[in-house]
């Protein structure tokens, strides 16, 4: 049989959804598994063992609605002749995509009162994690699903990467720091960032050594702390999602609002200081994660839009609260 997974989106988006592709390997071991990304998260995916392809596209063709490059993904996608189709998008528009596909058997998910092409769809409603709804469409399909933490696989390279800069360090406890993130090619959403005069403040009274990690468009932001601290902190930003993972492996904790970094570290058993404001913990928190919310209600959509956001959300959320879990978590 030849399965499609797909899943555009974030990396966060696509971190979340390793569990689902770990049960589903589990259930078909000799089926060929493929999963549609954009490029933009592909990479989350390197190296993962439960999928036999990785076919992507340029995340602007979403974006940007560019119909007729869709149209000719989908003519591609339609000769590669799959059986069963797992949409873990929330959209109508991709039930409707594989549709076009000609996939015959579609599952996937109801959104509110969006029309559905799917063949099984379930309900969605955005008040549980988004893991424990990925398995929902296994369950639907009659394949027993388990909660497993999400995976990111590295190699040996990555690995030796990261033990040669937490030894250059010479410091036993070392915390990760991701300021930056939340921004993808669908969407800006930098109102979910505690902001960067709290992550300066954090790391003068924290007095441990900080790892700064993100992608590269967050050197900024890091940057911006670094030359804050004469000393202490370190540049982690700009390297690949595998060799960011093994760092945060390595670390003491994470620290890190939601964010793409938030997942990556979901990944690892270190212990994650989750900073939540707009967007509900209770839907994109790791489930391993020490969760500090701001007191204002989350304002993000089970559409993916931010109605009536303060733009100041996340200044609720103070060093001293921050300081204080951190050491709690650690003192367990």
Not at 34 to 39: A, C, E, I, N, P
Not at 48 to 57: A, G, L, R, V
Not at 75 to 97: E, G, H, P, T, V
Not at 223 to 230: L, P, W
């Given at each position: 049989?030849?399965?499609?997974?797909?899943?555009?989106?974030?990396?966060?988006?696509?971190?979340m959804?390793?569990?689902?592709?770990?049960?589903?390997?589990?259930?078909y071991?000799?089926s060929?598994?493929?999963?549609?990304v954009g490029k933009?998260?592909k990479?989350?995916?390197?190296?993962?063992?439960?999928?036999?392809?990785?076919?992507?596209f340029?995340?602007?063709?979403?974006?940007r609605?560019?119909?007729?490059?869709?149209?000719?993904?989908?003519?591609?996608?339609?000769?590669?002749?799959?059986?069963?189709?797992?949409?873990l998008?929330?959209?109508?528009?991709?039930?409707?995509?594989?549709?076009?596909?000609?996939?015959?058997?579609?599952?996937?998910?109801?959104?509110?009162?969006?029309a559905s092409f799917?063949?099984?769809?379930?309900?969605?409603?955005?008040?549980?994690?988004?893991?424990?709804?990925?398995?929902?469409?296994l369950k639907?399909?009659?394949?027993k699903?388990?909660?497993?933490?999400?995976?990111?696989?590295?190699?040996?390279?990555?690995?030796?990467?990261?033990?040669?800069?937490?030894?250059?360090?010479g410091?036993?406890?070392?915390?990760?720091?991701a300021?930056?993130?939340a921004?993808?090619?669908?969407?800006?959403a930098?109102?979910?960032?505690?902001?960067?005069d709290?992550?300066?403040?954090?790391v003068?009274?924290?007095?441990?050594?900080?790892?700064?990690?993100?992608?590269?468009?967050d050197?900024?932001v890091?940057?911006?702390?670094?030359?804050s601290?004469?000393?202490?902190?370190?540049?982690a930003?700009?390297i690949?999602?595998?060799?960011?993972?093994?760092?945060?492996?390595?670390?003491?904790?994470?620290?890190?609002?939601?964010?793409?970094?938030?997942h990556?570290?979901?990944?690892?058993?270190?212990?994650?200081?989750?900073?939540?404001g707009?967007?509900?913990?209770?839907?994109f928190?790791?489930?391993n994660?020490?969760?500090?919310?701001?007191?204002?209600w989350?304002?993000?959509?089970?559409?993916?839009?931010?109605?009536?956001?303060?733009?100041?959300?996340?200044m609720?959320?103070?060093?001293?609260?921050?300081?204080?879990?951190?050491?709690?978590?650690?003192?367990?």
């Amino acid at each position: 049989m030849k399965i499609l997974v797909i899943r555009s989106g974030a990396v966060g988006d696509v971190i979340m959804a390793t569990p689902f592709l770990r049960n589903l390997r589990e259930a078909y071991p000799n089926s060929r598994i493929s999963f549609l990304v954009g490029k933009w998260s592909k990479e989350v995916l390197r190296n993962n063992k439960n999928i036999d392809e990785i076919i992507s596209f340029d995340d602007k063709i979403i974006a940007r609605k560019k119909f007729l490059e869709v149209l000719a993904l989908s003519r591609k996608i339609k000769i590669m002749n799959f059986d069963r189709c797992f949409i873990l998008d929330k959209s109508w528009a991709w039930s409707l995509f594989a549709f076009i596909c000609g996939i015959r058997k579609r599952i996937g998910f109801s959104r509110g009162t969006e029309a559905s092409f799917n063949t099984i769809s379930i309900n969605f409603d955005g008040k549980k994690q988004e893991s424990e709804y990925n398995n929902d469409l296994l369950k639907v399909a009659g394949i027993k699903a388990k909660n497993y933490q999400p995976e990111i696989f590295s190699t040996e390279k990555d690995i030796e990467f990261a033990e040669k800069l937490i030894k250059g360090i010479g410091k036993k406890s070392i915390i990760g720091i991701a300021p930056g993130g939340a921004v993808n090619p669908g969407q800006s959403a930098i109102l979910k960032r505690w902001p960067i005069d709290r992550y300066k403040e954090f790391v003068g009274k924290i007095g441990v050594p900080c790892i700064l990690l993100g992608n590269s468009n967050d050197k900024v932001v890091c940057k911006e702390i670094m030359a804050s601290h004469e000393t202490g902190t370190y540049d982690a930003t700009g390297i690949s999602i595998q060799k960011a993972k093994e760092i945060m492996e390595r670390c003491a904790a994470v620290i890190t609002h939601d964010s793409g970094a938030m997942h990556i570290a979901s990944a690892t058993s270190t212990k994650i200081i989750a900073l939540f404001g707009p967007t509900p913990a209770e839907r994109f928190a790791p489930k391993n994660a020490v969760v500090i919310r701001t007191k204002s209600w989350p304002c993000y959509t089970i559409r993916g839009k931010f109605a009536g956001c303060a733009k100041n959300q996340m200044m609720e959320i103070n060093v001293e609260s921050v300081i204080y879990a951190l050491k709690k978590a650690l003192s367990k």
